[in-house]
């Protein structure tokens, strides 16, 4: 590590055990952790169906709770350790489950975008006004 991030480290350390110190200060400072890192959860929670980063999300918002939870700490470790399993099972599938998960990520990514009405306002913007495009949550 360089000397400049080694003292930034050693900066961030001092400053969190300085809060620390306090208690109210530490309470309130963990409690900040804790509504950040449940938010960037839910947030990857949420993009988990679509394709792109969904897990990465999650697992940086458990990373954001590890710093302060023991319990985040040993979830993350236990998450991380199953999606490794995970993926190490699905690169060694056949082609046809490949392309059965591609179809039902596909299908999940259609069918809520449809739902939440995005269908309906990509195509407004191109000039498609099928019927079909309208969410049925839509009033």
């Known amino acids: 590590m360089e000397t400049g991030q080694t003292e930034a480290k050693g900066r961030g350390h001092r400053l969190r055990e300085n809060i620390r110190a306090n208690s109210s200060l530490n309470l309130a400072y963990r409690i ?3 509504a950040l890192g449940v938010v ?8 988990v169906p679509y394709p792109g980063p969904g897990w990465l999300i999650v697992f940086f918002g458990l990373a954001i709770l590890a710093t302060e939870f023991e319990w985040a700490h040993r979830l993350l470790k236990w998450a991380k350790a199953r999606y490794e399993a995970f993926e190490a099972w699905f690169k060694r599938s056949p082609l046809w489950v490949k392309l059965v998960s591609a179809i ?36």
């Open 32 to 34: 900040g952790v804790g």
């Open 40 to 47: 960037v959860v839910a947030v990857g929670i949420a993009l």
């Open 104 to 139: 039902g990520v596909t299908a999940i990514t259609f069918l809520s975008l449809w739902l939440l009405g995005a269908l309906a306002l990509v195509g407004g913007w191109v000039g498609l006004d099928w019927p079909w495009l309208k969410s049925p949550l839509a009033g």
